[in-house]
C-alpha cells in the first residue's frame, strides 16, 4: 500500500497547497512528498520533547492500532535524534539537535526517518529538515596576526587576509568585513563562489616607518544574522626600514674660532648628524668631503663616528686666517645617503711674530757739523701679526745724540741728529733700535746701527809752544837746521794735514828771515848763513801752520831767536842729570831748569827743558842729550 503524496511546499499551516491528495487534506506542520513521505521542519537548538509533527495524523494512520503493529523508527543510531508516541502518533525530538554537526556546512539540512509498521508491514518515510539558527558567531583562526609591509609600498598594494569562518550556513555566514578607522588601509571583500568572502588589506597612503613604526587594525568579521554576529582579529602591521632618510646635522652655522699654532690632535668642534632610519639606514659615519681643497685635507682630519673634527697640520694665521670646510655625514645603508655641511673656522691671531727692522736707506757717515734734525738713517719696522699683535713702539738707545722721529709713512721711522755732533769727542756711534709689539706678551727685536761722524775742518793747527824761544850760537854751520817748530791738529786727514812757512814781512827782521828756511812739512828751520854775535843779538820771526783742509786753517807762532857767542862753552854744573815726567804730560811740560854760567862774560842763563809732544805708551821710556 501507497499513499502517493506530491506537495510542493507548505509555508504556512494555514496556508496548504496540495496536489493529488488522497483522503482529507492533512493539517501539518511539514508536508509530505515523495512515495509516503511525510515532510516536516524543526529549527536546531530546540528542546528535547519539542514535538516535530503528528506523524499518524499526517500518513492517515490509525492511532488506536499504533502500538499493535509495534509503528517504530528503524535507526541504526543507538541514541537517535527522533522518536514516535505510539500512544499518539506524534514525532517528537529525542535530544538537541545541533545542525552544523548533523549537516556540516550543507546548504539544506534533511534527516531521512524509516517507520515501519507490522502486520501487514508498512514503511512510512519521514524527512525532517532541521532549519538553521544563527547561534554561531564569525571566527578568525588566530585573534592577532602581524604583517610585515615595507615603508617603500605605494598606495594599491594588496595584502590577502585569511578569512573568517561561520559553520551557520548562508546569509548566517560571515556576509561582511569591516576594518576599523585608519586613514592607510582600507579593505577590499573578494567573493570567492565556493569559499566565501576573502578580505583583503589595500594601502591607500603611503607608510612611512619615521612616523609610525606599526599600525594596530581591527578586522571584523560579521554574519547575517539579526542582529549580526561578529568576530574579531587583531592585525598588527610592522612598517620596515627602507634607507630612505639622509642624515641631518644639527643646525649650528656659528664660526669656528682657533687660535692659530695648535697642537696636532687639537679639537676643533664635534658635529652631530642624525638619521631617523633604522639599523644600519640610520648609522651616521663623517668624513671630510672630496671635494675640499688638498690643503684643507692636510690640515683637518674628521673622526668617522665621534664626529670631532681635530687639527693635523699646521695653522697659521698670517698664512691663512680662514677655512670654510665641507664635512658630510653619509649612513651606512646599502645605497648610503649622504648629507654636506659647510663648517667655518677663524683662526685667532697669537702674537708669534716679533718686528721686523729693515733699514732702507743710511749714510753711513754723517759730518761732524750736520745741525740738530738730520736725517741720518730711515727704517722701516713690520710686523706680521695683526691688531695690537702687530702694533709697534720705536725706540732708540738713550745716550746717543740722535733720535727717532715718525715718518708720514706708516711703520716708518727717521732717525734724526738730536744735538751737534764733534768728531774730535767721539768719532761714531752705535745705534740700537728696538722695535716691540703691543702683543701680550709683547715680542720685540733689535737693530744696531754704527754711524760714523765724519771729519769737518773745524780745529787751526795749534803749536806746541807759544811763544817759541830759540839759542843759536854764533858762527852755526850754513845750512844746517838749527831748530824746528811743531804744530798739531785735531782734525783728520788733510784737515790735519799741516805745512809751515814763515812770515816775511818788510820791517827790519825781514833781513834776517830772509837766511831762514823752513821745512813745510816738519817744521825744521835751517840757517842759510852763520849769525853773528856781534851783529845781532835778538830777533823775533813768525811762523804760520796751515792745515791741508778746505777751506784752510791756521794760526801763528812767534819764535824768538837769541844769538850766542861761541867763545868758551857754557859749563854745565851738572854733567849727568836724570828726570822724569809723567807719560799723559801735556806738550809744553818743563822737565828741568837748567842754569848755566858763561865765564868769559859773566853771564848766566837758564834754559828749560820742556816736552814737546804727548807721550804715548809705546814710545821710548828713556831719552838721551
Ligand atoms: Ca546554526
Ligand atoms: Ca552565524
Ligand atoms: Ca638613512
Ligand atoms: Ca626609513
Ligand atoms: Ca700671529
Ligand atoms: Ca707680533
Ligand atoms: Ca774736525
Not at 756711534?429 to 701680550?440: S, V
Not at 842754569?595 to 805708551?617: A, P, V
Request: charged share 25%.
Amino acid at each position: 500500500v501507497s499513499i502517493f503524496f506530491s506537495v510542493w511546499w507548505i509555508t504556512d499551516e494555514s496556508e496548504v497547497n496540495m496536489e493529488q491528495r488522497r483522503g482529507e487534506p492533512k493539517r501539518a506542520r511539514g508536508y509530505l512528498v515523495g512515495s509516503v513521505v511525510a515532510l516536516y521542519s524543526i529549527s536546531e537548538e530546540v528542546n528535547e520533547g519539542t514535538v516535530v509533527g503528528n506523524i499518524a495524523k499526517d500518513l492517515g494512520l490509525d492511532k488506536s492500532s499504533l502500538r499493535d503493529r509495534r509503528y517504530r523508527i528503524v535507526s541504526s543510531d543507538a541514541d537517535p535524534l527522533f522518536h514516535v508516541n505510539q500512544n499518539d502518533g506524534i514525532l517528537y525530538v529525542s535530544r538537541k539537535i545541533d545542525r552544523e554537526k548533523v549537516c556540516a556546512q550543507s546548504g539544506a539540512c534533511s534527516i531521512n526517518l524509516k517507520t515501519v509498521l507490522e502486520n501487514p508491514l508498512e514503511v512510512h518515510y519521514v524527512r525532517v529538515e532541521v532549519m538553521d539558527v544563527n547561534d554561531h558567531s564569525p571566527s578568525f583562526q588566530e585573534n592577532e596576526t602581524t604583517l610585515e609591509i615595507s615603508e617603500s609600498v605605494l598606495p594599491g598594494a594588496r595584502f590577502q587576509l585569511r578569512a573568517a569562518g561561520d559553520p551557520d550556513s548562508g546569509h548566517l555566514s560571515v556576509q561582511q568585513y569591516k576594518l576599523s578607522q585608519n586613514e592607510h588601509f582600507r579593505l577590499e571583500i573578494k567573493d570567492k563562489e565556493d569559499d566565501g568572502k576573502i578580505p583583503i588589506l589595500v594601502v591607500q597612503k603611503p607608510l612611512d616607518r619615521e612616523t609610525a613604526g606599526s599600525h594596530l587594525l581591527v578586522l571584523t568579521a560579521l554574519d547575517g544574522g539579526k542582529p549580526p554576529k561578529t568576530g574579531t582579529m587583531n592585525i598588527i602591521i610592522n612598517v620596515l626600514d627602507i634607507n630612505d632618510n639622509a642624515p641631518v646635522f644639527s643646525d649650528d652655522n656659528y664660526p669656528i674660532m682657533l687660535n692659530e699654532n695648535p697642537r696636532s690632535g687639537t679639537k676643533v668642534t664635534q658635529v652631530n648628524a642624525t638619521d631617523l632610519d633604522e639599523g644600519t639606514n640610520g648609522d651616521v659615519v663623517y668624513s671630510l668631503s672630496k671635494t675640499n681643497k688638498p690643503y684643507i685635507l692636510n690640515l683637518f682630519e674628521m673622526n668617522p663616528v665621534t664626529g670631532e673634527l681635530s687639527v693635523k697640520g699646521f695653522i697659521d694665521y698670517e698664512e691663512k686666517d680662514k677655512y670654510e670646510l665641507e664635512i658630510q655625514a653619509s649612513d651606512r645603508g646599502f645605497a648610503p645617503l649622504t648629507t654636506e655641511k659647510s663648517v667655518k673656522i677663524k683662526v685667532i691671531d697669537i702674537n708669534d711674530n716679533a718686528p721686523e727692522i729693515e733699514v732702507t736707506s743710511f749714510s753711513s757717515s754723517i759730518p761732524e757739523d750736520s745741525r740738530p734734525g738730520t736725517t741720518v738713517a730711515l727704517i722701516s719696522v713690520n710686523d706680521l701679526d695683526s691688531g695690537l699683535n702687530g702694533k709697534v713702539i720705536c725706540s732708540i738707545n738713550q745716550e746717543v745724540p740722535f733720535s727717532l722721529s715718525p715718518s708720514l709713512q706708516d711703520k716708518m721711522f727717521s732717525i734724526v741728529t738730536k744735538s751737534p755732533l764733534d768728531r774730535e769727542k767721539k768719532s761714531h756711534y752705535d745705534l740700537t733700535i728696538t722695535a716691540k709689539d703691543a702683543g701680550q706678551p709683547p715680542l720685540s727685536s733689535e737693530k744696531t746701527i754704527r754711524v760714523v761722524v765724519s771729519d769737518v775742518n773745524d780745529n787751526s793747527p795749534e803749536f806746541t809752544l807759544s811763544p817759541y824761544t830759540f839759542y843759536i850760537t854764533e858762527g852755526n854751520n850754513p845750512g844746517a837746521s838749527v831748530f824746528s817748530v811743531k804744530a798739531s791738529d785735531g782734525d783728520e786727514g788733510d784737515n790735519a794735514v799741516i805745512s809751515y812757512h814763515i812770515v816775511r814781512d818788510r820791517d827790519e827782521h825781514s833781513k834776517l828771515t830772509s837766511f831762514l828756511n823752513i821745512n813745510s812739512e816738519n817744521g825744521q828751520i835751517t840757517a842759510l848763513r852763520s849769525f853773528d854775535f856781534e851783529t845781532v843779538k835778538t830777533f823775533q820771526f813768525q811762523v804760520v801752520a796751515s792745515d791741508s783742509g778746505s777751506p784752510s786753517l791756521s794760526s801763528n807762532v812767534t819764535v824768538n831767536v837769541i844769538i850766542d857767542v861761541n867763545d868758551n862753552a857754557p859749563e854745565i854744573e851738572v854733567t849727568s842729570f836724570s828726570s822724569s815726567v809723567p807719560e799723559d804730560s801735556r806738550p809744553g811740560s818743563t822737565v828741568a831748569l837748567i842754569n848755566r854760567m858763561h865765564l868769559y862774560r859773566g853771564k848766566s842763563g837758564t834754559g828749560i827743558l820742556q816736552t814737546l809732544l804727548l807721550f804715548k805708551k809705546l814710545d821710548e821710556c828713556r831719552y838721551l842729550w
